[in-house]
């Protein structure tokens, strides 16, 4: 396993954890200024950037675009549900879980290559 088809993994990962508490952190301080909520954010969303750029250039060695979008969703779909469960208390339903196998059903032939075709 080569450090281009890893690296890829673990920054995504990192940085949908940054993505996820600038996307949806606020939620839980709904009594603070809209305004300080996006800027809060915006900042957050910056070293989401800084990891899924360098991310993106790295992995383009190893996968190709639509495979690190792929795995990207994914990715976010995984990150999104536990921090759901462990940051703002909800539930995880049979319906969203449904849904999100489906998306990952799609990654899933994203990856495959039944002609053998590159």
């Given at each position: 396993m080569t450090w281009a088809k890893v690296a890829p993994v673990l920054m995504l990962v990192c940085s949908n954890v940054f993505m996820t508490f600038a996307w949806y952190g606020h939620l839980?301080?709904?009594a603070a200024p809209l305004v300080l909520a996006i800027l809060v954010s915006w900042g957050i969303a910056f070293f989401e950037y800084c990891l899924a750029v360098p991310a993106n250039r790295i992995g383009s060695e190893a996968y190709a675009p639509a495979q690190l979008k792929a795995m990207q969703e994914v990715i976010t779909l995984a990150v999104f549900c536990g921090f759901s469960v462990l940051y703002l208390g909800q539930?995880?339903?049979v319906?969203?879980?449904i849904g999100f196998a489906f998306?990952?059903?799609?990654a899933f032939f994203v990856f495959r290559n039944p002609?053998?075709?590159?």
């Open positions: 839980k301080h709904k539930k995880v339903t319906n969203q879980l998306i990952a059903l799609g002609l053998g075709v590159s």
